[in-house]
């Protein structure tokens, strides 16, 4: 069984790259100058990362106004590769395929664990709906800080799954770490770390409050420091 968990995550993880892939290649070509030529938001985003990869690592003389992360991860792109637009695409498809085996592992999860039912089939479902779903194909081939944020909310999804399902204390720090790492993509993640604390205070039945709030606590240290 765990052959066949492993082979269905790279058979869905090259699926959705190569659709992707596909996807941002042929855009590319049919029309050029429109999808190389960032607007609005992107605009924002290509200027801002430009001046991170340029050595003003702390934006001396320009204002975030919105939530830096998402900047300084195009930023550090375009200082490796140079401020071309494909390899933040390439990046960003990287993680929405990564998201896909996510969506895979967490119904797999769920089904065993809810369900009773060892079977792959409502996991491999999951996983292609994710991976045809247009509308993530379509802003992983944009310079918006939206497909991180899909990628972090399948990691927050399924390390609270791991943690309900094997009590390992390993998921509460990896749920800090990306807990710091949500609020810096976008500040009212905040309410969505707020849900994962009420999860935990009225799902999880086999600690008592003082521990759920030790865990809760954690979460929130990793906020603070990130």
């Known amino acids: 069984m765990q052959r066949k968990v492993v082979l269905w995550c790279f058979i869905i993880f090259i699926l959705s790259f190569s659709v992707r892939f596909i996807y941002i290649y042929q855009m ?48 550090i792109i375009y200082k490796i590769f140079g401020s071309g637009f494909y390899p933040v695409r390439i990046f960003q498809i990287l993680l929405s395929s990564i998201n896909a085996v996510l969506i895979f592992l967490c119904i797999r999860r769920l089904s065993k664990k809810i369900f009773s039912n060892s079977s792959l089939a409502p996991a491999i479902i999951g996983g292609f709906l994710f991976t045809f779903y247009i509308p993530a194909i379509f802003y992983d081939g944009l310079l918006l800080r939206d497909g991180i944020l899909i990628v972090f909310s399948g990691m927050l999804t399924y390390f609270l799954i791991a943690f309900f399902d094997t009590r390992k204390m390993r998921y509460i720090i990896l749920l800090s770490i990306l807990a710091g790492l949500m609020a810096l993509a976008r500040p009212n993640n905040v309410l969505v770390i707020m849900m994962v604390f009420g999860i935990l205070f009225i799902f999880n039945k086999k600690d008592n409050w003082f521990k759920n709030t030790i865990y809760c606590g954690i979460i929130l240290i990793g906020i603070i420091i990130i």
């Open 28 to 75: 590319n070509r049919i029309d050029y100058l429109t999808w190389n030529a960032p607007f609005r938001d992107q605009h924002r985003v290509h200027s801002i990362a430009g001046v991170i990869a340029n050595n003003d690592f702390f934006l001396k003389n320009k204002p975030y106004g919105q939530s830096p992360l998402y900047y300084y991860i195009v930023g």
